[in-house]
């Protein structure tokens, strides 16, 4: 039997793109013959999947799962939208979490190495992929654990193209987390508090603020007020407990969980897509896309 010796992984992952335990165990299986391994990773799909690596995947769906004191929410995407209407890539997405949230991986790395399926979350995510005929990948996720007296809220806004999963300590009113999750997935704050926005945001909200205020002529000595309202507003803005609440904007998110008791431990938002460039095409070229697959 030949050895199979890291120097061939590396080829063979450089010329399909399939991952290093794939690329070992093909070459594995052939005895190390090259060729015989790239047909033997395409005849399994693994190779036709990774032609798809270099196109952009920035639709798709996000998940939530909790059961107990654990709880996860992950991002996973598509090339097209189309795809979110699929009962199998549903169902990917549903299994991934919750192999998430049972697994508690520390990085996207380590949870495709979770076991999932008949294989990991990688090859599940490959043989998805190879049938769906579009590339596919876990993005992110985030995974919480709670005491028996805190309670998990979540919330899927479009099936799934927000997600959102929040933390509440003094409560176990499931009611009041969902509601704090359905603000959260409407309103977007990037922060529990004020207290935790950086300090170099702030430093340079209030040159951007500074200049807004010479630039409209106002006397020095009404500029410093001005900027510290219109900073306090800011702040206000980003910080979910500051935020008016969307079910009864009299109140905010802060005095709403301080009338039942509680008080936010820890959330996380996802929208499909954010911060992905994607390609500009319309909805005709899509569709042939589509089509031509």
């Known amino acids: ?76 995407n598509s090339e097209t939208d189309f795809v979110s209407k699929n009962e199998k890539f549903q169902n990917l997405v549903k299994d991934i979490t919750e192999v998430i949230a ?4 520390a990085s996207v790395e380590d949870a495709n190495k979770l076991t999932a399926g008949e294989g990991t979350v990688e090859t599940e995510i490959i043989s998805a992929t190879t049938t769906i005929g579009e590339k596919i990948s876990l993005r992110r996720f985030v995974r919480f654990e709670k005491a028996d007296n805190e309670v998990f809220g979540s919330y899927l806004h479009m099936g799934g193209r927000i997600g959102v999963l929040v933390q509440l300590e003094g409560t176990d009113n499931e009611e009041i987390a969902r509601d704090v999750a359905m603000h959260i997935a409407a309103i977007n ?19 951007v603020l500074t200049e807004q205020a010479l630039n ?28 008016p609440f969307v079910k009864d904007a009299d109140q ?42």
């Open 1 to 76: 039997m030949a050895k199979v010796t890291a120097a061939l992984v590396k080829e063979l992952r450089d010329m399909t793109g399939v991952g290093m335990m794939d690329a070992k165990k093909a070459l594995v299986a052939v005895d190390g013959d090259m060729n015989a391994a790239v047909d033997h990773l395409r005849e399994n799909g693994m190779a036709k999947a990774a032609k798809k690596a270099d196109r952009i995947a920035a639709e798709g769906l996000t998940g939530v799962y909790t059961e107990g004191n654990i709880a996860a929410l992950t991002e996973i």
């Open 102 to 105: 049972n697994g508690n991986p």
């Open 189 to 207: 704050p990037l922060y529990t508090t004020r207290e935790q926005v950086p300090a170099e945001k702030i430093d340079h909200e209030t040159k």
């Open 216 to 243: 409209e002529g106002k006397p020095a000595n009404i500029v410093e007020k001005m900027i510290q309202g219109r900073l306090s507003k800011w702040l206000s803005e980003i910080s979910l407990v500051d935020q």
């Open 252 to 293: 905010t998110v802060g005095d709403y969980l301080k009338a039942n008791g509680a008080s936010v431990k820890e959330f996380a938002r996802f929208e499909v897509g954010e911060g992905i460039e994607k390609r500009q095409e319309n909805f005709a070229d899509e569709v042939m896309n589509q089509v031509k697959k």
